[in-house]
Antibody, heavy 121, light 108 residues
Framework: EVQLVESGGGLVQPGRSLRLSCATS????????LHWVRQAPGKGLEWVSG????????DYVDSVKGRFTISRDRAKNSLYLQMDSLRGDDTALYYC??????????????WGQGTLVTVSS | ETVLTQSPATLSLSPGERATLSCRAS??????LAWYQHKPGQAPRLVIY???NRASGIPVRFSGSGSGTDFTLTISSLEPEDFAVYYCQQRGNWPLLTFGGGTKVEIK
């Protein structure tokens, strides 16, 4: 069974940093792209960032470029999102998501339950 | 930037009725379109990918159609568990992966 378990969310002040983690299991980690998708309170889904199967390709939505960094660790079967210079509009539930294929451009076939990030003073 | 516009925003129907949801892209996405079902407190679920392919475990009452800029998700006969928010998503056009604003299918 595919499992994606996020952690690391919490309350943080504007301008500070937070690192999200996603522990995965139930699939061959090296074979699939991974992503972060968020949902702000009362809003729809927004893709944030993705990384290809080997980490060779990464991409971000414009609003987080230069502030967020996605990475993956094959030894730990884990995905990460380093979030710096956080802003109020980064407040959201962050989902760790598995791609349907190895590439960055893919559909999302398994989702975690999400970790809540609240940016507020 | 490819913008996805979903309509209607809310669809009020009774169990057993047919649901027709629309997703329009601001530029062609070929058949690179997917649909997701999202229920409160749950993770989203892939329903349809590549415009018309049902994802694993999705009942046959769900079907997708369309290409280019106009797409439709049809639920032939609504079951109680189908009431949820549905999002379309495109891949390939910049921004790389974008979602529509969602259609809420609610019980009438």
């Amino acid at each position: 069974e595919v499992q994606l378990v996020e952690s690391g969310g919490g309350l943080v002040q504007p301008g500070r940093s937070l690192r999200l983690s996603c522990a995965t299991s139930g699939f061959i980690f090296d074979d699939y792209g991974l992503h972060w998708v968020r949902q702000a309170p009362g809003k729809g889904l927004e893709w944030v960032s993705g990384i290809s199967w080997n980490g060779g390709s990464v991409d971000y939505v414009d609003s987080v470029k230069g502030r967020f960094t996605i990475s993956r660790d094959r030894a730990k079967n884990s995905l990460y999102l380093q979030m710096d210079s956080l802003r109020g509009d980064d407040t959201a539930l962050y989902y760790c998501v598995k791609g349907l294929t190895y590439s960055l451009s893919s559909w999302f076939d398994h989702w975690g339950q999400g970790t809540l990030v609240t940016v507020s003073s | 930037e490819t913008v996805l516009t979903q309509s209607p925003a809310t669809l009020s129907l009774s169990p057993g009725e047919r649901a027709t949801l629309s997703c329009r892209a601001s530029q062609s996405v070929s058949t690179y379109l997917a649909w997701y079902q999202h229920k409160p407190g749950q993770a989203p679920r892939l329903v349809i990918y590549d415009a018309s392919n049902r994802a694993s475990g999705i009942p046959v009452r769900f079907s997708g159609s369309g290409s280019g800029t106009d797409f439709t998700l049809t639920i032939s006969s609504l079951e109680p568990e189908d009431f949820a928010v549905y999002y379309c998503q495109q891949r390939g056009n910049w921004p790389l992966l974008t979602f529509g604003g969602g259609t809420k299918v609610e019980i009438k």
